[in-house]
């Protein structure tokens, strides 16, 4: 795993840094805590077979993907008086997402519900949203065609914004 870690951690880097593109300073974890939360998830996973380096990204956006609302849903809690303080996961890790939190827990509801409908579906937001993974990237990922990628992807955003009324 170490030897695994070394070789992809750059790549994670990549999927962590566009997954916080855009987020105030402050406002949720730092790349590098966040990689380090997704690669713990993933080396949980001691049953897993990597197929390829597709398969492995598309298990690490969901990773990070847990990550974020787990986080999120602290947050969440904390705001309405939990009294936990969050904790932080490493020295320069600011383990709060305070202003985008609630959005991060809609997302997920959402996104659960249309994995109740279309599994596919979820999984390309995943690998898309999550995952900062090319079209081609989530295609080789789920094993489908680009083309299925881009139509799927077409609708699962129009029906996320319209779930979320966005």
Not at 11 to 40: D, K, M, N, S
Request: hydrophobic share 45%.
């Amino acid at each position: 795993m170490e030897d695994l870690f070394t070789l992809v951690y750059a790549e994670l880097r990549r999927i962590a840094e566009r997954q916080l593109r855009g987020e105030r300073f402050g406002h949720t974890l730092c790349t590098t805590a966040l990689v380090h939360e997704a690669w713990f998830e993933l080396s949980r996973l001691n049953r897993i077979q990597w197929q390829s380096r597709a398969h492995f990204l598309a298990l690490a956006s969901q990773a990070m993907r847990r990550v974020l609302i787990d986080y999120a849903v602290a947050r969440k809690t904390q705001k309405r008086g939990g009294g936990k303080p969050l904790q932080s996961i490493d020295d320069d890790a600011l383990a709060v997402v305070q202003e985008h939190a609630e959005e991060f827990v809609l997302l997920d509801e959402a996104l659960q519900r249309l994995a109740a409908i279309n599994e596919r579906h979820a999984r390309i937001v995943e690998c898309r949203f999550y995952g900062g993974m090319s079209v081609d990237e989530t295609a080789e990922a789920l094993e489908i065609s680009p083309a299925t990628v881009k139509r799927d992807w077409t609708l699962a955003r129009a029906w996320l914004n319209k779930e979320l009324g966005t």
